[in-house]
């Protein structure tokens, strides 16, 4: 496919004397106003070196340019050249390509050689899983899945919150008051329960406190049953995260939490000393970051335990000297915003150039309709719960409206599924948002449901059209796609072409949302062509030229989609 931006740039670096390929690349803008032409080019600049007025320059151009095949018109206005391009040849090489390329329209080897890790998801054993969590998890995915369609090698991690003092007081709290069979049924909500129960114990018995901090030592210290009832614990946790994990289709290369890292401490802790960066303050030691505007960073507790910040300095080097990244990315909730800035100073003040290579993809609060959450006042959403339910209730709605499926319960997970990941992913991260079932779940709109639904009407229109005739189709040089150059087929391919250049702009961002918007665009365009024209017509020719546009759009849809992490079913 071709780069028109840049052809165009060339055709009039050769038509105007006094600037760059570069300078001419980035004056030639998008006019905001399809009217106004698809690519435009503003003369001011020129006023100067060229000793006229802008719009006799335009005009000048304009001239030069209009033989050019790229164009179908060239006009000037006032100051700019207006160009209009050639609707056939653009569509031709438009939908050969998002045709031919298939699964890998959009793909690219940008980032070839290079390792990116995305950290994301990162849940505290022991603690639900709740509805908090999927901003990470779910925002996590897609930008993984971006780099990777860019051809970075990815590696994801889990930086499970698996180890501090929280682990004493559940280790004690199980031993007085827990029980084995609950622990198995139901893991997590029985280990919160041990651990809500020691915050209102220790109240009144203050002791509490200091056996849980002993506990810990030992299991710091290895201490086999410790270690044991440890271990259990997270082995526990995990199935019930992992069951969340299989519906959302999401995966890790590695789960290496916080407890990897307890016995890599030691060493950071002499290379700070050795930077002169520890200060010793009523016992504990911290970092000061007074001079950088933040406050002091705590390394080592009064009895010598380390702490998550620690633990992150840890495996930050750790990652660096096993991966060799060149970009270790956290996706994790702006509420740290202060402790990444913490520790990204402290790895640059110990020495290390890669912190800047460290960076923070930091995401708003979700809050529920009825208000926010709490775990103290139990009202905590499990994200399992909610899956089931946006799963269940589409099913009802799939049996009510009678959708198109041969497997009523895969596509009802399949969209139920796919409804929360994609309001998940439609606002900047940035944003705090309300979760909203009424918009989860309708398939009016700019939600998931809509453009899954889109998607598999595309492919109901090649079912119909029959295997032979989509054959056809896909030999898009052969076919005359004069007959798909009416306004809605035009602007809908013109969004098929910016689909690869909005995967690179998504990347750059750290912004899924950016490829959300532009296939909501494309759904929306792609009904409106629906609409507009007749596809399976009689004339044989007119006919492949649609469908080769329709195939075109289904592919670039799936794609959108496959980026966010969420399916696309066949039918609905
Ligand atoms: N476990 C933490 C939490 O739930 C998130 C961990 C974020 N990642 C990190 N490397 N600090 O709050």
């Known amino acids: 496919m071709n780069n028109y931006k840049l052809k165009i740039a060339e055709i009039i670096f050769e038509a105007v004397e006094g600037l760059t390929l570069e300078e001419v690349t980035s004056m030639v803008e998008v006019p905001t106003d399809t009217k106004m032409g698809d690519y435009a080019f503003p003369c001011f600049k020129l006023a100067k070196s060229l000793r006229k007025a802008p719009p006799m320059i335009a005009k000048d151009i304009a001239e030069k340019l209009a033989g050019a095949d790229l164009f179908d018109k060239v006009e000037s206005v006032n100051a700019y050249v207006n160009m209009y391009l050639s609707r056939k040849g653009f569509v031709q090489d438009v939908v050969s390509a998002a045709v031919a390329e298939a699964e890998s329209f959009g793909r690219s080897e940008l980032g070839k050689g290079k390792t990116v890790i995305v950290e994301y998801s990162s849940p505290n054993i022991a603690k639900p899983f709740h509805i908090g969590h999927i901003r990470s998890t779910v925002i996590g995915n897609s930008i993984y899945k971006i780099y990777d369609f860019l051809g970075y090698d990815t590696v994801r991690i889990n930086h499970l919150g698996d180890y501090g003092t929280q682990f004493g007081k559940m280790i004690v709290a199980y031993r007085k008051w827990g029980n084995k069979e609950d622990v198995i049924n139901a893991p997590i909500k029985t280990l919160l329960e041990y651990y809500t129960k020691f915050h209102v114990e220790v109240e009144n018995d203050p002791s509490l406190d200091?056996?849980?901090?002993?506990?810990f030592t030992k299991l710091e210290n290895g201490s086999p049953e410790e270690v044991a009832l440890w271990q259990w614990f997270r082995d526990e946790s995990l199935k019930?995260?992992?069951?969340?994990?299989t519906m959302l289709g999401i995966e890790f290369d590695s789960y290496a939490g916080e407890s990897f890292y307890s016995d890599k401490m030691g060493r950071i802790l002499d290379w700070l000393k050795d930077k002169d960066l520890l200060v010793a303050?009523?016992?504990a030691q911290i970092v000061d970051l007074e001079p950088y505007g933040m406050s002091p960073a705590?390394?080592?507790?009064k009895d010598g335990s380390t702490l998550y910040i620690t633990r992150d300095i840890a495996a930050a080097v750790y990652r660096k000297e096993t991966y060799d990244f060149y970009k270790n990315i956290y996706v994790v909730a702006s509420q740290q915003n202060l402790h990444f800035q913490q520790w990204f100073k402290i790895v640059e003040l110990m020495g290390c150039e890669w912190a800047k290579d460290c960076v923070h993809i930091p995401f708003g609060l979700v809050s529920l309709e009825e208000g926010t959450m709490s775990t103290r006042h139990g009202r905590v959403v499990f994200l399992e719960d909610v899956l089931t339910r946006a799963v269940e209730q589409t099913k009802e709605i799939i049996l009510e409206k009678n959708v198109n499926t041969d497997n009523v319960e895969e596509t009802a997970a399949q969209v139920g599924i796919g409804a929360v990941m994609f309001q998940e992913l439609s606002n900047s991260r940035i944003k705090d948002y309300v979760f909203s079932w009424n918009k989860v779940l309708n398939f009016e709109g700019e939600t998931g449901p809509y453009v899954?639904?889109?998607h598999a009407r595309a492919v109901s229109i090649l079912r119909k059209?029959?295997?032979e005739a989509v054959q056809k189709a896909k030999e898009v040089s052969a076919l005359d796609m004069s007959f798909v150059l009416g306004d809605s087929a035009y602007e809908l391919t013109k969004l098929l072409y910016g689909f690869p250049q909005v995967v690179v702009e998504a990347?750059?961002?750290?912004?899924?949302?950016?490829v959300t918007r532009?296939?909501?665009d494309i759904a929306q365009n792609f009904n409106r062509f629906y609409h507009d024209e007749y596809i399976l017509v009689d004339n044989e020719a007119e006919k492949l030229a649609k469908i080769a546009l329709v195939i075109a759009a289904k592919n670039t849809i799936k794609n959108g989609l496959h980026l966010l992490g969420i399916q696309a079913p066949e039918k609905m």
């Open 210 to 215: 200091d056996e849980a901090r002993a506990v």
């Open 452 to 454: 899954q639904y889109t």
């Open 240 to 245: 019930e995260f992992s069951r969340v994990y």
């Open 518 to 520: 532009h296939i909501v």
């Open 298 to 301: 705590l390394i080592t507790k």
């Open 507 to 514: 990347a750059e961002k750290y912004e899924p949302s950016v």
């Open 465 to 467: 059209a029959g295997d």
């Open 281 to 283: 303050s009523e016992g």
